[in-house]
């Protein structure tokens, strides 16, 4: 295992703490651990009301998507496919039309490969170890974490955005410019996982650390507390800390919040123009369609003004497997 370092100035000394950052952690534990009772949404697939297969679906439903949008998309789902054998058997017209506008259809496809695999391979029951997991197809470090601590209740550091915002400005005192999770983000994660700071590498990410049933549990209320306060309080331009439960303990915040705001990751894209857009206006016309239905050459050709661009968003859908072209340029969803 790799060894833990204890020296990181930046948790020493600070409220009382003299050692490795601990003491400030547990008190943030208990705080965090309060407010999630009280504060936490009560989004469907929490509280032990969802199967593990259901955690899977909010968590990739969720990939760069509001909550607030995920709910009714995934009530719907899981009403029509409550299990991975199910959504394997779906037509895959059906599966991108129920998809909806929650962005980024692909993933609608990469998560009925994830259930054929379920299905087939795996009695069409969820794997439960990090390899199993991030074996999947589509399945991820961030989503296999997420299911081993919010479905089977694993010990696991969960590392998403707002968690190393949290992590980030709490316990370092510093803004997390985004980006992919740097090492030093994933070892901040562990060391403040309550329940010891055993961890063992699996590649470039972390699986399952030591630590008893009560750890365990901890660790899950911790991870769910954490990203819940990133994702309502403690957001990243305007964070709420007047609001925080956590604010006496934050270095971010006593030491007048340097560089709020601040990323190291381009600009967010204009919606407006873009590939993206034309391209959700060939499925949005799609999936008005009656089943089956096919949108002829013509109509295709009036979604959009600029036919060079319109031609390179329907190559490209058709490419990823959301579209297929028939006839003379008329298009479909894949059967």
């Known amino acids: 295992m790799p060894e833990t370092r204890t020296n990181d100035p930046t948790l020493l000394h600070r409220n009382g703490d ?14 965090l651990g309060a407010w999630w009772e009280t504060n936490a949404r009560d989004l469907p697939w929490r509280f032990g009301r969802a199967t593990p297969w259901g955690v899977l679906v909010s968590e990739v439903m969720s990939q760069q998507t509001q909550m607030s949008r995920v709910v009714p998309y995934w009530t719907d789902w899981m009403r029509r496919w409550p299990d991975a054998a199910s959504l394997a058997a779906a037509p895959t017209a059906d599966v991108i039309t129920a998809w909806g506008r929650l962005g980024y259809p692909r993933r609608a496809l990469r998560l009925q490969e994830c259930a054929r695999v ?4 795996c009695d069409d029951v969820l794997p439960r170890t990090y390899d199993e997991l991030t074996a999947l197809p589509g399945i991820g470090d961030y989503t296999a974490s997420a ?10 550091a969960v590392i998403d ?32 996982l309550p329940g010891g700071t055993d961890r063992v590498g699996v590649g470039d990410a972390d699986c399952i650390g030591g630590g008893d049933a009560d750890a365990a549990a901890r660790s899950v209320v911790w991870n769910q507390a954490v990203m819940e306060l990133g994702a309502t309080v403690c957001t990243a331009k305007t964070p709420l800390c007047d609001d925080c439960p956590i604010a006496a303990e934050c270095a971010f915040l006593a030491t007048g919040r340097p560089g709020l705001g601040e990323r190291r990751t381009r600009p967010r894209q204009r919606f407006a123009g873009t590939d993206r857009q034309v391209r959700g206006l060939v499925l949005d016309a799609l999936r ?29 859908l058709d490419e990823d497997g959301l579209i297929d072209i028939v006839g003379d340029g008329a298009v479909r969803l894949p059967a």
Not at 118 to 121: E, G, K, M, S
Not at 290 to 314: K, M
């Open 18 to 31: 003299t050692g490795d950052g601990s003491a400030v952690r547990d008190r943030a534990e208990l705080l």
């Open 118 to 121: 379920v299905a087939d391979d």
């Open 147 to 156: 299911v081993m601590s919010f479905a089977y209740g694993e010990r696991i």
């Open 161 to 192: 955005t707002n968690i190393r915002r949290v992590l980030s400005r709490a316990f370092l005192g510093v803004e997390s410019r985004g980006g992919a999770a740097s090492p030093a983000e994933r070892d901040l994660a562990w060391r403040m």
């Open 288 to 316: 008005a369609l009656p089943a089956g239905g096919i949108l002829p050459r013509e109509r295709v050709d009036a979604l959009w003004n600029d036919p060079v661009q319109l031609g390179r968003c329907v190559a490209s």
